[in-house]
Protein backbone atom coordinates (compact mmCIF):
# COMPACT_ATOMS: atom_id res chain seq x y z
CA UNK A 1 0.00 0.00 0.00
CA UNK A 2 1.34 3.38 -0.51
CA UNK A 3 2.02 5.81 2.03
CA UNK A 4 2.37 9.54 2.03
CA UNK A 5 6.21 10.60 1.91
CA UNK A 6 7.86 12.35 4.97
CA UNK A 7 8.49 15.14 2.94
CA UNK A 8 4.70 16.21 2.52
CA UNK A 9 3.99 15.60 5.99
CA UNK A 10 7.33 18.16 6.57
CA UNK A 11 5.22 19.96 4.24
CA UNK A 12 2.07 20.35 5.54
CA UNK A 13 3.30 20.86 9.47
CA UNK A 14 5.67 23.54 8.47
CA UNK A 15 2.60 25.56 6.70
CA UNK A 16 0.99 25.06 10.24
CA UNK A 17 -2.54 23.23 8.88
CA UNK A 18 -4.80 21.25 11.09
CA UNK A 19 -7.52 20.67 8.27
CA UNK A 20 -6.56 19.29 5.31
CA UNK A 21 -8.29 18.16 2.20
CA UNK A 22 -6.80 14.88 0.31
CA UNK A 23 -7.27 14.52 -3.50
CA UNK A 24 -5.74 12.03 -5.87
CA UNK A 25 -6.54 10.44 -9.37
CA UNK A 26 -8.75 7.25 -10.05
CA UNK A 27 -5.52 5.13 -10.03
CA UNK A 28 -4.95 6.04 -5.92
CA UNK A 29 -8.63 5.52 -5.04
CA UNK A 30 -7.93 2.37 -3.08
CA UNK A 31 -5.09 4.35 -0.68
CA UNK A 32 -7.31 6.98 0.13
CA UNK A 33 -8.40 5.62 3.13
CA UNK A 34 -4.53 4.53 3.84
CA UNK A 35 -3.18 8.21 3.19
CA UNK A 36 -6.25 9.47 5.36
CA UNK A 37 -5.68 7.27 8.74
CA UNK A 38 -1.53 7.78 7.76
CA UNK A 39 -2.38 11.82 8.52
CA UNK A 40 -4.42 11.07 11.41
CA UNK A 41 -1.97 9.81 13.20
CA UNK A 42 0.57 12.78 12.59
CA UNK A 43 -2.30 14.82 14.34
CA UNK A 44 -4.18 16.41 11.47
CA UNK A 45 -8.01 16.57 10.55
CA UNK A 46 -8.71 15.08 7.61
CA UNK A 47 -11.77 15.16 4.91
CA UNK A 48 -11.23 13.04 1.42
CA UNK A 49 -12.34 14.89 -2.06
CA UNK A 50 -13.84 11.29 -3.93
CA UNK A 51 -14.71 13.38 -6.94
CA UNK A 52 -12.84 12.25 -10.34
CA UNK A 53 -8.85 13.72 -10.80
CA UNK A 54 -7.02 14.30 -13.76
CA UNK A 55 -4.62 16.14 -13.29
CA UNK A 56 -2.64 19.08 -11.26
CA UNK A 57 -5.50 21.97 -13.87
CA UNK A 58 -8.30 19.84 -11.36
CA UNK A 59 -7.24 20.80 -7.67
CA UNK A 60 -10.01 21.13 -5.21
CA UNK A 61 -8.42 23.94 -3.35
CA UNK A 62 -12.33 26.17 -3.04
CA UNK A 63 -14.12 23.13 -1.96
CA UNK A 64 -11.09 22.62 0.69
CA UNK A 65 -11.41 26.09 1.37
CA UNK A 66 -15.07 26.19 2.10
CA UNK A 67 -14.75 23.32 4.56
CA UNK A 68 -12.48 25.08 6.41
CA UNK A 69 -8.98 23.01 5.46
CA UNK A 70 -5.69 24.90 5.65
CA UNK A 71 -4.16 23.24 3.02
CA UNK A 72 -4.74 20.63 0.48
CA UNK A 73 -2.45 17.59 -0.14
CA UNK A 74 -3.01 16.89 -3.90
CA UNK A 75 -1.07 13.29 -5.01
CA UNK A 76 -0.22 11.95 -8.01
CA UNK A 77 0.67 15.05 -10.33
CA UNK A 78 3.23 17.94 -9.86
CA UNK A 79 1.97 21.59 -10.03
CA UNK A 80 0.82 23.01 -12.91
CA UNK A 81 0.66 26.41 -11.89
CA UNK A 82 -2.94 27.01 -10.83
CA UNK A 83 -2.47 30.13 -8.28
CA UNK A 84 -4.80 28.12 -5.14
CA UNK A 85 -6.78 29.74 -3.25
CA UNK A 86 -5.26 27.53 -0.24
CA UNK A 87 -1.80 26.28 0.18
CA UNK A 88 -1.16 23.11 -1.89
CA UNK A 89 1.15 20.40 -1.02
CA UNK A 90 2.08 18.52 -4.53
CA UNK A 91 3.16 14.67 -3.78
CA UNK A 92 3.53 13.22 -7.31
CA UNK A 93 3.17 9.77 -7.78
CA UNK A 94 6.64 7.89 -8.61
CA UNK A 95 7.41 4.44 -9.85
CA UNK A 96 10.66 2.92 -9.55
CA UNK A 97 10.91 0.86 -12.51
CA UNK A 98 13.87 -0.89 -13.93
CA UNK A 99 13.45 -0.48 -17.63
CA UNK A 100 16.34 -2.86 -18.67
CA UNK A 101 14.47 -5.62 -19.33
CA UNK A 102 11.95 -4.08 -21.60
CA UNK A 103 14.87 -2.18 -23.85
CA UNK A 104 16.88 -4.98 -24.25
CA UNK A 105 13.37 -7.35 -25.66
CA UNK A 106 13.01 -4.38 -27.65
CA UNK A 107 16.58 -2.95 -28.75
CA UNK A 108 16.42 -4.18 -32.74
CA UNK A 109 13.57 -2.35 -33.12
CA UNK A 110 14.64 0.65 -31.54
CA UNK A 111 17.40 0.64 -33.19
CA UNK A 112 15.92 1.04 -36.65
CA UNK A 113 16.38 4.84 -35.21
CA UNK A 114 19.30 6.66 -34.85
CA UNK A 115 18.07 9.72 -33.03
CA UNK A 116 15.01 9.70 -30.56
CA UNK A 117 13.57 11.72 -28.48
CA UNK A 118 12.80 10.12 -24.87
CA UNK A 119 9.75 11.54 -22.92
CA UNK A 120 7.83 10.02 -19.94
CA UNK A 121 5.39 10.99 -17.26
CA UNK A 122 6.17 12.10 -13.71
CA UNK A 123 5.49 8.56 -12.04
CA UNK A 124 8.19 7.25 -14.67
CA UNK A 125 10.57 10.40 -14.21
CA UNK A 126 13.30 8.30 -12.43
CA UNK A 127 13.63 5.64 -15.03
CA UNK A 128 14.45 8.03 -17.66
CA UNK A 129 18.62 8.63 -17.11
CA UNK A 130 18.79 4.89 -17.24
CA UNK A 131 16.70 3.68 -20.24
CA UNK A 132 18.97 7.32 -21.46
CA UNK A 133 21.74 5.31 -20.87
CA UNK A 134 21.05 1.69 -22.18
CA UNK A 135 19.81 3.45 -25.81
CA UNK A 136 23.34 5.34 -26.12
CA UNK A 137 25.34 2.51 -25.00
CA UNK A 138 23.54 0.67 -28.24
CA UNK A 139 24.31 4.00 -30.47
CA UNK A 140 21.00 5.99 -30.27
CA UNK A 141 21.59 9.84 -30.06
CA UNK A 142 18.90 10.90 -26.89
CA UNK A 143 17.20 14.31 -26.67
CA UNK A 144 15.39 14.70 -23.58
CA UNK A 145 14.82 18.36 -22.71
CA UNK A 146 12.43 21.41 -23.51
CA UNK A 147 10.93 23.58 -21.04
CA UNK A 148 7.47 21.19 -19.52
CA UNK A 149 5.25 23.25 -17.73
CA UNK A 150 5.80 21.02 -14.99
CA UNK A 151 9.37 22.15 -15.47
CA UNK A 152 10.98 18.73 -15.16
CA UNK A 153 12.89 17.18 -17.93
CA UNK A 154 11.71 14.82 -19.86
CA UNK A 155 8.09 15.05 -18.84
CA UNK A 156 5.14 15.56 -20.48
CA UNK A 157 1.52 16.10 -19.61
CA UNK A 158 -1.66 15.31 -22.04
CA UNK A 159 -1.59 18.90 -22.53
CA UNK A 160 2.00 19.96 -22.56
CA UNK A 161 4.51 18.31 -25.22
CA UNK A 162 7.34 20.79 -24.61
CA UNK A 163 9.98 18.37 -23.60
CA UNK A 164 9.63 17.07 -27.10
CA UNK A 165 7.77 18.97 -29.97
CA UNK A 166 10.74 21.41 -30.17
CA UNK A 167 12.69 18.26 -31.06
CA UNK A 168 11.05 17.12 -33.53
CA UNK A 169 12.88 18.35 -36.64
CA UNK A 170 16.10 16.65 -35.08
CA UNK A 171 14.78 13.53 -34.43
CA UNK A 172 13.76 10.41 -35.80
CA UNK A 173 11.42 8.94 -33.65
CA UNK A 174 9.47 9.99 -30.12
CA UNK A 175 9.59 7.29 -27.55
CA UNK A 176 7.71 7.65 -24.60
CA UNK A 177 8.18 5.15 -21.63
CA UNK A 178 5.50 4.39 -19.68
CA UNK A 179 1.90 2.86 -19.25
CA UNK A 180 -1.50 3.81 -21.05
CA UNK A 181 -2.14 5.74 -24.40
CA UNK A 182 -3.19 9.17 -22.95
CA UNK A 183 0.21 10.53 -22.98
CA UNK A 184 1.64 9.16 -26.53
CA UNK A 185 -0.95 9.62 -28.46
CA UNK A 186 -1.92 13.01 -27.72
CA UNK A 187 1.85 13.56 -29.02
CA UNK A 188 1.20 11.25 -32.09
CA UNK A 189 -1.78 14.07 -33.11
CA UNK A 190 0.80 16.80 -32.46
CA UNK A 191 3.39 15.47 -34.56
CA UNK A 192 3.62 13.68 -38.16
CA UNK A 193 6.71 11.70 -36.71
CA UNK A 194 6.88 8.48 -35.31
CA UNK A 195 5.56 7.85 -31.84
CA UNK A 196 5.79 4.91 -30.04
CA UNK A 197 5.40 3.69 -26.29
CA UNK A 198 7.63 1.58 -24.22
CA UNK A 199 4.55 0.55 -22.39
CA UNK A 200 5.68 -0.77 -19.28
CA UNK A 201 2.08 -2.73 -18.74
CA UNK A 202 2.09 -4.76 -21.65
CA UNK A 203 6.12 -5.05 -22.02
CA UNK A 204 6.23 -4.36 -25.58
CA UNK A 205 6.34 -1.81 -28.23
CA UNK A 206 3.10 -0.08 -29.26
CA UNK A 207 2.89 1.97 -32.32
CA UNK A 208 0.83 5.16 -31.75
CA UNK A 209 1.72 7.01 -35.35
CA UNK A 210 -1.57 5.88 -37.00
CA UNK A 211 -3.83 6.27 -34.44
CA UNK A 212 -2.79 10.04 -34.17
CA UNK A 213 -3.25 10.23 -38.02
CA UNK A 214 -6.34 9.21 -38.01
CA UNK A 215 -7.48 11.69 -35.10
CA UNK A 216 -6.22 14.28 -37.24
CA UNK A 217 -7.93 13.75 -40.03
CA UNK A 218 -10.91 13.09 -38.13
CA UNK A 219 -10.27 17.27 -37.11
CA UNK A 220 -9.73 18.30 -40.47
CA UNK A 221 -13.01 16.60 -41.19
CA UNK A 222 -14.65 18.05 -38.35
CA UNK A 223 -13.54 21.71 -39.02
CA UNK A 224 -15.46 21.49 -42.26
CA UNK A 225 -18.60 20.09 -41.09
CA UNK A 226 -18.25 23.05 -38.15
CA UNK A 227 -18.56 25.26 -40.99
CA UNK A 228 -21.61 24.73 -41.95
CA UNK A 229 -23.36 24.79 -38.79
CA UNK A 230 -24.90 27.52 -36.72
CA UNK A 231 -25.47 26.97 -32.99
CA UNK A 232 -22.19 26.90 -31.08
CA UNK A 233 -21.37 26.14 -27.05
CA UNK A 234 -18.13 27.24 -25.97
CA UNK A 235 -17.44 24.96 -22.94
CA UNK A 236 -15.43 26.25 -19.81
CA UNK A 237 -14.90 24.32 -17.22
CA UNK A 238 -14.94 25.44 -13.27
CA UNK A 239 -11.75 23.28 -12.49
CA UNK A 240 -9.31 26.42 -11.67
CA UNK A 241 -6.52 24.86 -14.02
CA UNK A 242 -8.79 24.61 -16.86
CA UNK A 243 -10.84 27.71 -16.53
CA UNK A 244 -9.67 29.76 -20.12
CA UNK A 245 -12.47 32.60 -20.11
CA UNK A 246 -10.41 34.95 -22.13
CA UNK A 247 -10.08 32.25 -24.77
CA UNK A 248 -13.72 32.22 -25.07
CA UNK A 249 -14.48 35.65 -25.07
CA UNK A 250 -12.55 35.58 -27.81
CA UNK A 251 -13.63 32.90 -29.59
CA UNK A 252 -17.21 34.06 -28.84
CA UNK A 253 -15.91 37.24 -30.82
CA UNK A 254 -14.85 35.16 -33.93
CA UNK A 255 -17.72 33.08 -34.40
CA UNK A 256 -20.30 35.31 -34.02
CA UNK A 257 -18.78 37.34 -37.09
CA UNK A 258 -18.54 34.71 -39.20
CA UNK A 259 -22.60 34.94 -38.28
CA UNK A 260 -22.85 31.39 -35.51
CA UNK A 261 -24.95 31.78 -32.22
CA UNK A 262 -23.12 31.45 -30.26
CA UNK A 263 -23.23 30.38 -25.64
CA UNK A 264 -20.57 30.20 -23.17
CA UNK A 265 -21.58 27.25 -20.87
CA UNK A 266 -19.60 25.77 -17.51
CA UNK A 267 -19.26 23.05 -16.33
CA UNK A 268 -16.95 21.52 -13.49
CA UNK A 269 -16.86 18.28 -16.47
CA UNK A 270 -18.70 18.38 -19.19
CA UNK A 271 -21.20 15.50 -20.19
CA UNK A 272 -23.48 14.68 -22.12
CA UNK A 273 -26.77 14.03 -20.08
CA UNK A 274 -25.48 18.17 -18.55
CA UNK A 275 -26.37 19.37 -21.99
CA UNK A 276 -29.16 17.30 -23.16
CA UNK A 277 -32.21 18.90 -25.13
CA UNK A 278 -29.80 22.61 -25.60
CA UNK A 279 -29.89 23.48 -28.92
CA UNK A 280 -25.96 22.32 -30.03
CA UNK A 281 -24.29 21.66 -33.16
CA UNK A 282 -20.74 22.37 -32.32
CA UNK A 283 -19.31 22.45 -29.12
CA UNK A 284 -15.62 25.01 -28.70
CA UNK A 285 -13.81 23.24 -25.98
CA UNK A 286 -11.78 26.08 -23.85
CA UNK A 287 -11.28 23.39 -21.16
CA UNK A 288 -8.78 20.34 -21.18
CA UNK A 289 -7.42 20.54 -24.78
CA UNK A 290 -7.74 16.80 -24.98
CA UNK A 291 -11.67 16.66 -24.62
CA UNK A 292 -12.24 17.04 -27.92
CA UNK A 293 -10.82 13.52 -28.72
CA UNK A 294 -13.84 12.22 -26.52
CA UNK A 295 -16.45 13.25 -29.29
CA UNK A 296 -18.18 10.00 -29.80
CA UNK A 297 -19.45 10.38 -26.10
CA UNK A 298 -20.87 13.53 -27.00
CA UNK A 299 -21.85 13.22 -29.84
CA UNK A 300 -21.39 16.18 -31.99
CA UNK A 301 -18.63 17.64 -33.56
CA UNK A 302 -16.08 19.49 -30.40
CA UNK A 303 -13.11 22.15 -32.14
CA UNK A 304 -10.78 23.59 -29.75
CA UNK A 305 -10.43 27.52 -29.80
CA UNK A 306 -7.45 27.56 -31.96
CA UNK A 307 -9.91 25.79 -34.71
CA UNK A 308 -11.96 28.53 -34.66
CA UNK A 309 -9.73 30.56 -36.84
CA UNK A 310 -9.88 27.79 -39.32
CA UNK A 311 -14.39 27.73 -39.78
S1 LIG B 1 -4.25 17.08 -20.28
FE1 LIG B 1 -6.12 17.93 -19.45
S2 LIG B 1 -6.45 16.80 -17.53
FE2 LIG B 1 -4.28 16.51 -18.14
S3 LIG B 1 -3.15 18.15 -17.07
FE3 LIG B 1 -3.70 18.91 -19.11
S4 LIG B 1 -5.62 20.05 -18.83
FE4 LIG B 1 -5.34 18.71 -17.05
Not at 109 to 114: A, F, S
Not at 246 to 263: C, F, I, Y
Not at 277 to 294: F, L, T
Amino acid sequence: MHRISEESIGKLKSLGAKKVMIQAPEGLKMSLIGFSKQLEREGFEVLVSVEPCFGACDIRDMEAKALGCDALLHIGHTDFGVKPAIPVVYEPFKIEYDPTRLLKNNMEELKKYKKICLITTSQFLSSIEKAKAILEKNKIKIYTGGHARAGTIAQVLGCDYSAALPFEKEVDCFLYLGSGKFHPLGLAVKTPKPVLALDVEYNKIIDYTKEGEKLRRIKAWHIEKARDMKSFAIYISSKPGQMYANLARHAKKKLEAKGKSVTIIVADMLTKEKIMGMEIDCIINCACPRIWEDFRLFGKVILNPEDVEKL
